[in-house]
C-alpha cells in the first residue's frame, strides 16, 4: 500500500466512506492552541520551511534532541543557516517510525506544499528549496495557512493582565472571516510559590485598575479581567494544574495565605492547594454565570532538565507525564460546584492516560443537565496521547463510559499555522474506529446516523458546546 495514500489510516469500506464522504469536508473550529495572535493580525510571513516547520516545534526538537542534535542547532540557531537546521531535520525523520510526528510531518509537507516525496538527507535540499518557493507565493502567510485549512474559529491562550489588542485589531479587519477568540489562562495568578508572583499581581492590578491589597481584592481584579474577556467573544478558560486539588479554607486562611506569598513567606503544600482549590471553585461560578467553558489540563512534570530551563525557559520540550495527577479530586471540585447549582461545562485532559478512564467515569456523573449534551468532556488526547494509538484508547474510554456522539473532538494544542493538518491526522483515526464498529458487526450500516455522528464530533458538537456564532 502506497505510504499517505487518499486512504491514509483507513481500514474499511465503512471507514473509507465515513472519513470521504463526512469527515474529510467539515470545516475546523480549533477551540485550544497557542498560535500567537499576533502573527495573525500582521499576517506573518515565513522566510523559509525551516521557520514556519521548525521554529516553535518542541515536538521535532524532541527529535532532534534524540537524534544527537546539539542544542546550538535547535533552539539556539538564531542567525544559522537555515538549510542546515533543516537537514538537521531531514537526517533524524526517517529513524522516527511509529512517532506521530513522522505522520504529522508529512501530512504537513503534502497538505501545504504538495510534496510527496521521502525526507531524508538525499532530498534535503530539493525539498527545501520547493517548499520555500511555495512559501514566496501568495497565500502562504499565517492568515493563508489558515484559510487554505478551512478554520472558521481560533481560540488562542491568554493572560488575564493582556490587553488583546491584537484580537481586537483582527476582529476590525472585515477582509479576514476567521474568527479569533481569546481564551482566559488565569495560571499566573494562581501561581503564589512562583518567582515573580508579587511583581506579576502588580501587572493584573494595574491592568484591571483594581487595588491588589488582599485576597478580595485579587478577585475583583480577577473579575474585572473576565468581564473584559468576556466584552471581547471569550467564550473558554484554560487551566494547566500539576494536578488535581480540592481543599476547603476559609476567607481569612486565603487571606492570611495570599498576603504571606506577596511578602515572600514560604507557603506550604496545604496552603497552596487551598489557595488553588479556592480560585478555581470562584472562577468556576463565574465561568457558569457567563456561559464559558473550563478546560482543566493536569499531569504534567514541566521542565525536569534544570539546566536546560536555565538556559531556554519554559515550553522548549523538557516536560513529561506525571503519575499522580490525583484525578479523583476532580469529583469533589465537581461535586462542590454543581451543589450550588454553578457547574460550568468542562473539558478535562490528562497527560497521564491512565487517568482518562477515571475522568470518564466521573464526568458521567455530572451530566445531569437538561439542553447540555455531554456537559462535563474527556477532553481530546493530548501532547504525549496525540498519536494513533492515544487517539484510539481515549476514543475508546470515551464511548465505554457514555455518549461518543456528544464528544467535541480535536483541536491542535500548537504554535504552529502548520498544525491544523493534526485535525484531518484524528478524523481519520475516528472514521476508523467508527468504521471498525461497524464492520464487526457492533453498529448497523446506517450511514444518515453516522455520518451525523461523524460530522458533529468534528465539527458541530464544538460549536454548539462552546456557544460558538459560526
Avoid at 83 to 112: C, D, Q, T
Wanted: hydrophobic fraction near 40%.
Amino acid at each position: 500500500m502506497k505510504f499517505l495514500n487518499e486512504d491514509f489510516l483507513l481500514k474499511g469500506s465503512t471507514a473509507k466512506k465515513l472519513y470521504h464522504e463526512y469527515a474529510e469536508k467539515m470545516p475546523i473550529i480549533d477551540y485550544h492552541c497557542h498560535v500567537n495572535p499576533a502573527d495573525i493580525a500582521n499576517d506573518k510571513k515565513y522566510s523559509s520551511i525551516t521557520d514556519v516547520w521548525l521554529g516553535g516545534d518542541h515536538y521535532k526538537w524532541r527529535l532532534l534532541r534524540a537524534g544527537g542534535i546539539p542544542e546550538s542547532e535547535i533552539t539556539g540557531a538564531r542567525g544559522k543557516d537555515p538549510f542546515m537546521l533543516f537537514k538537521n531535520f531531514a537526517s533524524v525523520l526517517p529513524k522516527a517510525i511509529g512517532n506521530p510526528v513522522y505522520h504529522w510531518s508529512y501530512l504537513e509537507l503534502k497538505r501545504y506544499f504538495g510534496i510527496e516525496k521521502p525526507v531524508n538527507l538525499d532530498t534535503a535540499r530539493e525539498i527545501y528549496d520547493e517548499c520555500n518557493k511555495k512559501l514566496s507565493g501568495a497565500n502562504m502567510g499565517a492568515r493563508g495557512l489558515i484559510e487554505q485549512s478551512n478554520v472558521k474559529v481560533i481560540c488562542t491562550t491568554d493572560d488575564p493582565i493582556d490587553d488583546l489588542a491584537f484580537h481586537k485589531q483582527i476582529s476590525e479587519d472585515t477582509a479576514f472571516n476567521v474568527k479569533v477568540l481569546p481564551a482566559f489562562r488565569p495560571d499566573k495568578a494562581m501561581n503564589l510559590k512562583a518567582a515573580g508572583f508579587n511583581g506579576y499581581i502588580g501587572q493584573l492590578e494595574n491592568a484591571s485598575g483594581i487595588k491588589i491589597d488582599g485576597y478580595k481584592g485579587l478577585i475583583m481584579a480577577i473579575d474585572k479581567r473576565i468581564d473584559f474577556f468576556n466584552n471581547m467573544g471569550c467564550r473558554a478558560s484554560d487551566h494547566a494544574l500539576e494536578g488535581c486539588i480540592f481543599e476547603p479554607s476559609t476567607g481569612t486562611e486565603l487571606n492570611e495565605i495570599f498576603l504571606k506569598a506577596l511578602n515572600g513567606g514560604d507557603i506550604t503544600k496545604l496552603e497552596e492547594n487551598k489557595y488553588h482549590s479556592a480560585i478555581l471553585l470562584h472562577l468556576g461560578k463565574r465561568y457558569h454565570e457567563l456561559g464559558w467553558v473550563m478546560q482543566i489540563h493536569f499531569g504534567c512534570m514541566r521542565n525536569l532538565n534544570s539546566t536546560m530551563f536555565d538556559k531556554l525557559g519554559p515550553d522548549t520540550g523538557f516536560d513529561s507525564m506525571n503519575g499522580n495527577g490525583s484525578p479523583q479530586n476532580l469529583a469533589f471540585l465537581l461535586d462542590a460546584l454543581n451543589k450550588d447549582g454553578q457547574l460550568p461545562r468542562m473539558v478535562l485532559y490528562s497527560l497521564n492516560p491512565a487517568d482518562s478512564e477515571i475522568i470518564a467515569s466521573i464526568a458521567a456523573c455530572f451530566m445531569a443537565d437538561a439542553g447540555c449534551p455531554g456537559k462535563i468532556q474527556l477532553g481530546a488526547a493530548w501532547w504525549f496521547n496525540d498519536s494513533k494509538s492515544g487517539m484510539e484508547k481515549q476514543l475508546l474510554d470515551y464511548a465505554n463510559s457514555t455518549l461518543l456522539g456528544n464528544f467535541v473532538g480535536m483541536l491542535t494544542d500548537s504554535r504552529s499555522f502548520l498544525s491544523y493538518t493534526r485535525h484531518e491526522y484524528f478524523r481519520r483515526i475516528l472514521c476508523n474506529f467508527i468504521g471498525g464498529l461497524v464492520d464487526n458487526g457492533e453498529y448497523p450500516d446506517d450511514f444518515d446516523t453516522l455520518g451525523k455522528i461523524v460530522e458533529d464530533i468534528c465539527y458541530y458538537n464544538t460549536a454548539r458546546f462552546f456557544g460558538f456564532d459560526v
